[in-house]
């Protein structure tokens, strides 16, 4: 029996039917727009990054007389009055900046990022974002103990807004745009293009989407691509080619991870007790700041290295040169001069103070396990590199993402086992202790509660209007009544349901929520099924 031969024209039809629902489907969830868009998205965080980083350097000119993160021997020739003075006059132009801009003139990072995603909010403009990162270049240029990452990724998520607002595009493809803004900021900020787009998946959108994977790599490649031409394409930390002695390691890398969770707990309870104590201190917002920098200048005083960024004494400590006990001192000293930075409104993220105290984590803990078994322990070094990332892993939540940033920022890929080890130990221990990432404990500051689940955070976030049916053009509007059960357009949907499951209505009177005229009728079938679709493409968002 021969069989039949498909000609060129069925063979076409064949694959049409098969291409065709893809490529429309492609073309109205804006992909093309938004891979055009991570584009721009990318150019901003790198600049953003670059502009940044400059700014620090110029205001930390001003007193040390270099722009270099290595800058511990110029002040160390200086009066000892210049290290408290610098962080203090920060301090007093922050508070002047606070003072005149009005209540949107604060620090963001990455918390502010999370929050757009979850929920529109006005705070998220390039004004505030200006104005906030303006402080934060002021705070650690002068001397404030904090990140300088954290700024960057409030930037560029704002920028990334502000497109995705200009050009409209749908939820979904919004908040890629979002992540794909932040996804920019990392890579650009540690030349980690990989771990920029992990961290963006992990934190930002809190799932890994298809969807979002393309937008998120074209923005970070271009990125790391113009900060590589811009500083060097050389990892932030050069290492030796480091190796694990032995195996037998395998447990002291364990007692690494519960040391690096003790202190990743510790430091998120002390910047948690920080923001607690100052909100309960009455001070004008103009000297809140100064008394703040005062304060981490007074720290300076026995230990300068807390102050800035402090990449310059987290590479001592991964290549050894510190001693144990100033090591194990500068763990206290710089939680609690981050602790009083960031408490205090000046500016700044978490992310570097987290991969500070976790490199001289890791470097005493390697010091005395190589006292205590010196045939068997590795070098200091590796020790170092493993405590950062453990302790970073815990305060970010984002173990997989630091994993990956790890390798990029130290060319290391031969103590793989004890890295995931250790993170995994810090960062089980971590959500044990504190429940969530730092970011989680921001966002809960300000009611948003992301851990309740993604059902009612939807609920929360759709608004009555989007379902209300206006009346009728021969309709009879009724007379609002306050004492009959009603909705405000503006109350969001959890309030609609328990509404009309209170009420065993079907329909309820909507009214405006400037001035409680009516406008039209909320059915409980429409308020249910907006809920449904909703979850819908969420689930298809998160998961294709």
Request: glycine content about 10%.
């Amino acid at each position: 029996m021969k069989r039949a031969k498909l000609s060129i024209a069925q063979i076409y039809q064949v694959v049409y039917r098969w291409v065709r629902p893809n490529v429309e489907s492609f073309i109205r969830l804006q992909k093309p727009k938004l891979w055009l868009l991570a584009i721009l998205a990318g150019l901003a965080g790198a600049v953003v990054a670059i502009i940044f980083r400059h700014a620090i350097g110029m205001v930390q000119w001003l007193w040390t007389g270099t722009s270099s993160e290595t800058f511990l021997s110029n002040i160390a020739a200086f009066p000892w009055w210049v290290v408290v003075v610098a962080p203090t006059t920060g301090g007093l132009v922050v508070g002047t900046m606070i003072h005149f801009w009005g209540p949107g003139a604060r620090a963001g990072g990455v918390a502010d990022a999370i929050e757009e995603r979850a929920r529109d909010t006005s705070q998220l403009t390039l004004r505030n974002a200006t104005v906030g990162t303006l402080i934060s270049a002021v705070t650690l240029g002068s001397g404030g103990s904090a990140g300088r990452e954290g700024p960057v990724v409030y930037y560029a998520a704002a920028t990334a807004k502000a497109l995705f607002q200009f050009f409209e595009l749908p939820p979904s493809a919004r908040r890629a745009m979002l992540a794909s803004g932040v996804a920019a900021a990392i890579a650009a900020s540690f030349n980690a293009p990989l771990a920029g787009v992990l961290f963006a998946h992990e934190v930002i959108l809190g799932h890994f989407s298809m969807t979002a994977f393309v937008p998120l790599v074209i923005a970070a490649v271009l990125a790391g691509v113009i900060s590589q031409a811009w500083f060097g394409p050389a990892p932030i930390f050069m290492l030796p080619d480091f190796q694990i002695t032995s195996y037998l390691e395998i447990p002291a890398f364990a007692l690494l991870g519960i040391a690096c969770a003790a202190v990743a707990i510790l430091f998120q309870a002390s910047l948690i007790g920080s923001d607690w104590i100052n909100r309960r201190i009455s001070l004008p917002a103009l000297i809140r700041p100064v008394a703040g920098g005062f304060a981490v200048g007074l720290i300076a005083l026995a230990f300068p290295q807390v102050l800035g960024v402090g990449y310059e004494a987290t590479a001592a400590a991964l290549s050894g040169r510190l001693d144990l006990w100033l090591m194990l001192a500068l763990i206290v000293a710089k939680t609690i001069a981050t602790a009083i930075t960031l408490g205090t409104r000046m500016g700044g993220g978490v992310f570097s103070p987290s991969l500070y105290l976790g490199a001289m984590t890791g470097a005493a803990f390697g010091m005395i396990a190589a006292s205590a078994a010196p045939e068997l322990a590795s070098n200091v070094g590796i020790y170092a590199i493993v405590g950062m990332a453990a302790v970073a892993a815990a305060v970010l939540g984002a173990p997989i993402s630091t994993a990956i940033m790890i390798y990029e920022l130290t060319d290391g890929f031969s103590f793989s086992i004890a890295l995931l080890l250790t993170i995994g130990i810090a960062t089980g221990l971590s959500q044990a202790a504190m429940g969530h990432s730092y970011f989680f404990w921001q966002l809960f500051s300000r009611g948003v509660m992301l851990e309740e689940g993604p059902h009612t955070h939807l609920a929360r976030q759709l608004r009555v209007r989007k379902f209300t049916i206006p009346f009728k053009a021969d309709e009879e509007v009724p007379v609002f009544d306050p004492t009959r059960l009603w909705l405000r357009d503006t109350d969001n949907l959890e309030t609609a349901l328990k509404s009309f499951s209170n009420s065993g209505k079907q329909r309820l009177l909507v009214t405006s929520g400037k001035d409680n005229d009516p406008v039209g009728w909320a059915y409980h079938v429409d308020a249910l099924s907006n809920f449904n679709q909703a979850l819908v493409e969420q689930s298809r968002e998160e998961h294709y």
